[in-house]
Structure formats: C-alpha cells, structure tokens
C-alpha cells in the first residue's frame, strides 16, 4: 500500500472543515480517490489540539465541536495509520513540520499538502533541504491544495 496517497498538514485540514474552500475540495478528492490518506498519532494529536483551541473557534466559526468530532472519527475510522514514524528528515527551518515530513516519506506519499512557506520551499530546485528531501524522497511532491486540484490529483 505505501508508495502512493496523500499526507496534509495540519492547518490543510483545519481549512478543511473550516470552510468549503480549496482544502476542503482537495480533502474530498483526496478520500474520494481511494488512494491512501497517510496519518501518525503525531499528527492526529497535533489536529485535535489545534481544532480545540477556543480563540481558532472564535476566528473561524466553521470549526463546530460537531465537525472537529466527525472529521477526528472520518481520520480514525479510514485514514491509513503508520505507528511509529522513525526519523528520516530533519527540518531546521520548523521542527514542528518534521512528524509531517517523515509520515510523507516513511509512507512513500505521492504528495504532501500544505501552505506552510517552509514546507513549500522543499519544491524548489536547488535549495539544499530540498536536494536532501529529493535525495530521501524523489517521487514527493510537496504543494498547496490549489496545485493538487488543478493538477488532477490522484
């Protein structure tokens, strides 16, 4: 099953449900493609933590308790689990993006989806993190969810 599918960051699917937007789209036809969506405890506990949090409530009124608790149950229920996730890429420009890097390569993901400006600038040629990503994990594409969509991803 590894080496395809789809890993997103966790602002991507705080976007998500948020509103019916591009990450929502690129969340749905993410489930939809029957490709694997790849997540760890790291990053599932990261995404409740965060949709928790009173003051992103407030800011975005489309994170309910009702959504927060039906998007955990959906992750749970059909998202691809890998426990645990050793250390493969370290990313000194924002180590709270290294449990998403690693899942990404440890699951062989086709695509990581974020709108995260570090993570993006592991797409661009010649930055030497991004030589070392490719070095690790030449098949990964790391992108925002309007690249995936207009690309036809999966």
Not at 1 to 17: K, L, S
Not at 24 to 40: K, T
Not at 69 to 93: G, N, T
Not at 116 to 121: E, G, Q, S, T
């Amino acid at each position: 099953m590894r080496g395809r599918g789809t890993v997103f960051d966790c602002m991507v699917f705080v976007q998500a449900i948020a509103s019916p937007g591009s990450a929502h789209r690129c969340y749905q036809r993410a489930v939809d493609s029957g490709e694997p969506l790849w997540v760890s405890s790291e990053t599932l506990d990261e995404l409740q933590e965060v949709l928790q949090r009173p003051q992103l409530q407030r800011r975005l009124p489309g994170i309910t308790k009702e959504r927060v608790d039906a998007l955990m149950h959906h992750l749970r229920a059909m998202a691809h689990l890998i426990e645990p996730v050793p250390m493969h890429f370290d990313f000194p420009p924002d180590p709270k993006d290294e449990p998403y890097l690693n899942l990404a390569i440890e699951a062989r993901a086709s695509f990581l989806i974020t709108r995260d400006k570090a993570l993006l600038k592991l797409g661009a040629p010649g930055d030497p993190l991004a030589d070392s990503l490719r070095a690790i994990h030449p098949a990964l594409f790391v992108v925002v969810p309007e690249v995936f969509l207009a690309a036809g991803c999966p």
